[in-house]
T-cell receptor
């Protein structure tokens, strides 16, 4: 199984809503990532979890809150987002070193 | 700040032509990856290179890591319309999870 599964695929939310993005992998990878990608731009790193501990937070606003319940799951909790937060949110996983496997992403629209 | 500069940014060629995409930096990377991304989907890992001077082949794609581990190239032989997509290079420094992406090369292969 070389898949990273993200749900939902599409999400439309209001600025006062609370929602969560979910990510799952069963490759035994101990590093998991959240990236944000705007149109025609490369992915931008948001958070990295290593061995279920947050190791990198790229100065992401607190309206984005990551959570790693176990080594296979990664969540991104969203609250009070702004329209400019609309983007493709990508989850990825990797061995401690090496290339990452990405999910298909969640297309988020904030209205 | 470590930057990965990709060139060219956009390439439109005829089926059957050869092409090379470059990824350059002033920083040394412990590993470098190449990804291909289709619109609205997550990047797909093509290759990871870790040793200076390393050359890897994937069918018609040849990847090279520079001797000093600061640059890489992707060469496609006899391009096909199915090669159309966004090609991204990404690198991480030794012992780090902070992967940075180049801006990408958008390739369009005309039949």
């Amino acid at each position: 199984d070389t898949e990273v599964t993200q749900t939902p695929k599409h999400l439309v939310m209001g600025m006062t809503n609370k929602k969560s993005l979910k990510c799952e992998q069963h490759m035994g990878h101990r590093a998991m990532y959240w990236y944000k990608q705007k149109a025609k731009k490369p992915p931008e790193l948001m958070f990295v979890y290593s061995y279920e501990k947050l190791s990198i937070n790229e100065s992401v606003p607190s309206r984005f809150s990551p959570e790693c319940p176990n080594s296979s799951l990664l969540n991104l909790h969203l609250h009070a987002l702004q329209p400019e937060d609309s983007a493709l949110y990508l989850c990825a996983s990797s061995q401690v070193s090496g290339g990452a496997f990405f999910g298909q992403g969640t297309r988020l629209t904030v209205v | 700040t470590q930057l990965l500069e990709q060139s060219p940014q956009f390439l439109s060629i005829q089926e059957g032509e050869n092409l090379t995409v470059y990824c350059n930096s002033s920083s040394v990377f412990s590993s470098l990856q190449w990804y291909r991304q289709e619109p609205g989907e997550g990047p797909v890992l093509l290759v990871t290179v870790v040793t200076g001077g390393e050359v890897k082949k994937l069918k018609r794609l040849t990847f090279q890591f520079g001797d000093a581990r600061k640059d890489s190239s992707l060469h496609i032989t006899a391009a096909q319309p199915g090669d159309t997509g966004l090609y991204l290079c990404a690198g991480a420094r030794t012992g780090g999870f902070k992967t940075i992406f180049g801006a990408g090369t958008r390739l369009f292969v005309k039949a």
